[in-house]
């Protein structure tokens, strides 16, 4: 059995669990090469993810990929994120078991968003919330409802 001692240097953590660190090059991974070539990522190395329920359409969240997330959500069938709050990929559901099994991905027209669209497990907010949008409406116009037409606003 081998121990640490304070000489040994730490260890560095795995290419998966890093975000990309130079815009437009990322680094070596296992994302398929006409894939990677297709997005359009900040220049933090990431990729907008538009979560939405499969069976009804509800947008369920929005969060972010890096090319390991992505490659992983497209082999793996589970939705596979980048949190840029701990600075690692987190594989949705599995500490919570709010799991997203992938039905689909989209690539949208720019190359700088994806639609990921999934048969979700119990809530998908970290709040407790179906969706990550549920009781945070802002207020905004409803056009359908106001005066006038629908597009005959100034």
């Known amino acids: 059995m081998s121990t640490t001692t304070p000489a040994d240097p730490p260890a560095a953590p795995p290419a998966a669990t890093s975000a990309p660190s130079s815009p437009g090059t990322p680094p070596p991974s296992s994302l398929d090469p006409e894939v990677a070539a297709r997005l359009r990522r900040t220049s933090d190395g990431l990729v907008a993810a538009v979560v939405q329920e499969h069976g009804t359409g509800d947008v369920l969240m929005l969060a972010w990929m890096d090319d390991e997330a992505l490659a992983a959500t497209l082999t793996t069938g589970r939705a596979t994120y980048w949190s840029r709050s701990r600075g ?53 116009l409803d056009v359908a409802t106001a005066d006038g037409e629908p597009g005959d606003h100034p």
């Open 88 to 140: 690692e990929l987190w594989r949705k559901g599995d500490t919570s078991g709010h799991v997203q099994h992938v039905r689909s991905v989209a690539l949208d027209c720019d190359g700088d968003a994806l639609l990921v669209r999934v048969d979700q497990v119990g809530p998908a907010c970290h709040t407790g919330t179906r969706t990550c949008f549920d009781g945070r409406d802002l207020g905004a």
